[in-house]
């Protein structure tokens, strides 16, 4: 299994970080999921993906550590 860091592509307009932070923070409790991320692999290669809401919300639907593939 492959280890990757997640990071949410996001901008706020704030007068500090941790405002902005907060402001992510209320969106992720009142709305949807974001769909737009950058991804690095373990050699830090990043790649910028935006997620289709549809298919999104049916991974997120289905129970993937059942998978054997995952043991």
Request: no cysteine; net charge negative; hydrophobic share 40%.
């Amino acid at each position: 299994m492959h280890k990757f860091t997640v990071i949410v592509t996001e901008e706020f307009e704030a007068d500090t970080a941790e405002e902005a932070a907060l402001l992510m923070y209320q969106q992720l409790t009142k709305e949807p999921a974001p769909l737009n991320y950058s991804v690095a692999d373990e050699t830090k290669v990043a790649t910028d993906l935006t997620l289709d809401r549809e298919k999104a919300d049916e991974f997120a639907s289905v129970d993937h550590t059942a998978d054997p593939g995952n043991w």
